[in-house]
């Protein structure tokens, strides 16, 4: 058999990432690959590093995108600021915080716990005790926005907390970035990552970080070399680096960056407030659809993330059908609950490129439509003029 080319189907992504892609980043990237050491192209990474402090909001020298998905920037927060036997608490809501748990135990550090409840923001409070517990913490880690449940929680006052007790703060900013306020500047957040695929409207296989000079002191005074060589910031460096010559590291992934470039000109293009306030803006309509409908959010309002939206499934409906009825019938994807969470919410995305007014209405209309050919316990004829109204408003 002669395999010949793929030709994905044309779907609209509204689950926890990806999440649709901008047509502009595609087109970007499917312009000439040049040299990883051309001038040009190093001209062009300049830019996407002063672009990303714009997205962060910070002044951080070292802000550059490390070339591998969300989980690899989390492992280089991880990897460069942990040492063996340092103390690390990890405030957990969710299943990402299990992975930062993973990566400090990885480096050979103690990981201390502290849980909140699933679909809850991390409760300040409990962070604040364990560091009284702890003192000889060295880092706090936290997920601002919990992609898993769809709860934010508040990265200024648990930032502020750590640094009261002389720690340093890694967030998880996967989620948030683009899409939920965010000023790591402002909130002094020391080391952050994200990703491309969730609300910056670009493909997946990038991770955004940030380190401030504090963070940055901390990796160069280090005892022992970093575990990881291709996550190692001190060599990464030599390539990313300010004004010193660039030397070769890694090939760095060329297209992908044309099109995380293309993504941050969008962004910066429409206003970083501006993003914000789209989110906001379609998570309220979306909302007014779906409780039109008779379903319920599973987060507490003040706690909700507008770009991840968590939806409690109806007693006696089969989640799995549900899901491959709106992918087959709408060509529409929305997420699977994960961990403790898995067949009990859907999880509709509203991030960057796929945040609009069409996509809310599309997702209405084809979870309603489902929902009423399975015979569930929906309203019926309600949620579109729900969601148009808050759209007017
Ligand atoms: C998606 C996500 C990650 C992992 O990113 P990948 O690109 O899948 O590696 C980490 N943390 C959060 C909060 C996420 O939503």
């Given amino acids: 058999m002669k395999i010949g080319s793929f030709h994905p189907p044309q779907r609209t992504l509204m689950g926890p990432g990806p999440s649709d892609v901008s047509p502009r980043v595609l087109e970007a990237m499917s312009r000439p690959t040049l040299g990883h050491l051309d001038p040009v192209f190093v001209a062009m990474m300049d830019e996407v590093k002063a672009l990303l402090k714009y997205a962060f909001q910070t002044g951080n020298e070292l802000t550059m995108p490390v070339s591998a998905p969300g989980s690899a920037g989390m492992e280089t927060c991880f990897v460069n600021l942990v040492e063996p036997g340092d103390k690390v608490i990890i405030c957990q809501n969710g299943v990402f915080g299990g992975r930062m748990k993973e990566n400090?135990?990885?480096?050979?550090?103690?990981?201390?716990?502290?849980?909140?409840?699933?679909?809850?923001?991390?409760?300040?409070?409990?962070?604040?005790?364990?560091?009284?517990?702890?003192?000889?913490?060295?880092?706090?880690?936290?997920?601002?926005?919990?992609?898993?449940?769809?709860?934010?929680?508040?990265?200024?006052?648990?930032?502020?907390?750590?640094?009261?007790?002389?720690?340093?703060?890694?967030?998880?900013?996967?989620?948030?970035l683009a899409g939920s306020p965010l000023k790591v500047g402002e909130w002094k957040i020391d080391a952050i990552y994200s990703g491309t695929q969730k609300c910056l409207s670009c493909t997946p296989g990038l991770s955004p970080v940030s380190f401030s000079d504090a963070a940055v002191e901390r990796i160069k005074s280090r005892k022992s070399k970093v575990q990881s060589w291709?996550?190692?910031?001190?060599?990464?460096?030599?390539?990313?680096?300010?004004?010193?010559?660039?030397?070769?590291?890694?090939?760095?992934?060329?297209?992908?960056?044309?099109?995380?470039?293309?993504?941050?000109?969008?962004?910066?293009?429409?206003?970083?407030?501006?993003?914000?306030?789209?989110?906001?803006?379609?998570?309220?309509?979306?909302?007014?659809?779906?409780?039109a409908m008779g379903l319920a959010f599973v987060v507490p309002e003040a706690e909700r993330l507008p770009q991840l939206n968590a939806i409690a499934i109806p007693e006696g409906v089969d989640d799995a059908a549900v899901r491959s009825m709106l992918l087959s019938d709408w060509q529409l994807e929305?997420?699977?609950?994960?961990?403790?969470?898995?067949?009990?919410?859907?999880?509709?995305?509203?991030?960057?490129?796929?945040?609009n007014p069409r996509n809310v209405l599309l997702c209405l209309s084809a979870l309603e439509d489902v929902l009423v050919r399975l015979k569930a316990p929906v309203k019926r004829g309600e949620a579109l003029a729900a969601a148009t109204g808050s759209l007017m408003a």
């Fill in 104 to 176: 400090v135990e990885r480096c050979g550090g103690i990981a201390v716990m502290v849980q909140d409840e699933w679909g809850r923001a991390v409760d300040p409070q409990k962070l604040e005790d364990a560091l009284k517990a702890n003192r000889d913490a060295k880092i706090v880690a936290f997920v601002h926005a919990e992609t898993s449940t769809g709860a934010v929680s508040d990265a200024k006052t648990l930032a502020e907390i750590a640094h009261r007790y002389d720690c340093l703060v890694i967030a998880d900013a996967v989620t948030s």
């Fill in 230 to 291: 291709f996550l190692d910031l001190n060599l990464v460096m030599g390539y990313w680096g300010g004004n010193a010559k660039r030397a070769y590291h890694h090939t760095a992934p060329i297209n992908a960056l044309y099109g995380l470039h293309e993504a941050l000109v969008i962004l910066q293009d429409e206003g970083l407030e501006n993003a914000w306030a789209r989110h906001r803006k379609h998570h309220l309509a979306l909302r007014s659809g779906i409780e």
């Fill in 334 to 355: 929305i997420g699977a609950g994960l961990g403790a969470m898995a067949g009990k919410v859907w999880r509709i995305g509203l991030m960057g490129h796929a945040c």
